[in-house]
C-alpha cells in the first residue's frame, strides 16, 4: 500500500483545509487510514482514524468537533477537512493505514503498517 497526502499550507487562525490522501495498491480499500502531526519536539500522535468501510471514525480531543474525517472507495482517497484551525494544530500530517481498525483506545504508532509523506500545516495566530 502507497499512501500520497497532499492539501497542507499556511493559514490563519479559524481557517480551515482539507487534506488529501490516496491509496494505491491491490488491497488498498481494505485497510482502516488514521491521520496523525508532528510538532517540532513533539511525538507523533493520533488525530483521526477511519476504518475499511468508512462506518467507524475516532477523533482525538483536541480536535473532536473541528475535524471530520472521511473517504472515498471509488477515488481511493480519505479526506481530513480542518475547520477552526488554531495555531496549536501547526504540524506536519501524516496519513497512514493498518489492517486492523483501532480507536483512540488502542492506535499507537507501532499499529500502523504503512506510512505516507507529510504534508506541513501551518497556523498563524
Known amino acids: 500500500v502507497q499512501l500520497q497526502a497532499s492539501g497542507g499550507g499556511l493559514v490563519q487562525a479559524g481557517d480551515s483545509l482539507r487534506l488529501s490522501c490516496v491509496a494505491s495498491?491491490?488491497?488498498?480499500?481494505?485497510?482502516?487510514v488514521y491521520w496523525f502531526r508532528q510538532a517540532p519536539g513533539n511525538e507523533r500522535e493520533f488525530v483521526a482514524g477511519i476504518s475499511s468501510g468508512g462506518g467507524s471514525t475516532s477523533y482525538a480531543a483536541s480536535v473532536k468537533g473541528r475535524f471530520t474525517i472521511s473517504r472515498d472507495h471509488a477515488k481511493n482517497e480519505v479526506y481530513l477537512q480542518m475547520n477552526s484551525l488554531r495555531p496549536e494544530d501547526t504540524a506536519i500530517y501524516y496519513c497512514a493505514a493498518a489492517w486492523n481498525w483501532h480507536t483512540i483506545v488502542t492506535i499507537t504508532t507501532s499499529r500502523i503498517e504503512y506510512w505516507g509523506q507529510g504534508t506541513q500545516v501551518t497556523v498563524s495566530s
Open positions: 495498491g491491490r488491497t488498498s480499500s481494505q485497510y482502516s
